[in-house]
C-alpha cells in the first residue's frame, strides 16, 4: 500500500529564505534514501537536500528560484510503491551449483 509523505526542509541552522538553485528530480522518478533532490544555496555554501525516503515523487511543492526555509514542504512522495533495491555486495560469490559432472559416481 503507498503512502504520501510530505519531504520538508530539514534543519539549516538559523538560514531563512534560502533560494532553491537546482531540482535534480522530475513527477514521476523513482528516488532511494539520501538520493539528491534538491540544492538550495545560502551566502556561504551550496547544499543538496536528500530524499528521507524512498518512493515515487507524486508532486513537486517548489521550484528553481522559490525561497525556502526549515520546515517548507518541497515534495510529495509516494512510499511503498517503489520496490526497495539491496546493493550487490562487493566480491560476493555465488554458491556453487552441484551438476551431475559434480557428483561422485
Given amino acids: 500500500m503507498a503512502n504520501l509523505l510530505?519531504?520538508?526542509l530539514p534543519d539549516i541552522a538559523d538560514y531563512k529564505d534560502v533560494p532553491v538553485v537546482e531540482i535534480n528530480v522530475a513527477v514521476g522518478d523513482d528516488v532511494m534514501?539520501?538520493?539528491?533532490l534538491l540544492s538550495i544555496e545560502s551566502e556561504k555554501a551550496t547544499?543538496?537536500?536528500p530524499s528521507p525516503?524512498?518512493?515515487r515523487v507524486k508532486q513537486l511543492k517548489t521550484g528553481v528560484g522559490s525561497l525556502v526555509s526549515q520546515g517548507t514542504i518541497l515534495m510529495i512522495l509516494e512510499t511503498g510503491s517503489v520496490p526497495v533495491e539491496t546493493p550487490p555486495?562487493?566480491?560476493a560469490v555465488e554458491?556453487?551449483?552441484?551438476t551431475r559432472q559434480d557428483k561422485a559416481v
Fill in 53 to 55: 525516503a524512498a518512493g
Fill in 6 to 8: 510530505e519531504v520538508a
Fill in 89 to 91: 555486495k562487493e566480491n
Fill in 95 to 98: 554458491p556453487a551449483r552441484a
Fill in 47 to 49: 547544499m543538496e537536500v
Fill in 33 to 36: 534514501i539520501d538520493t539528491p
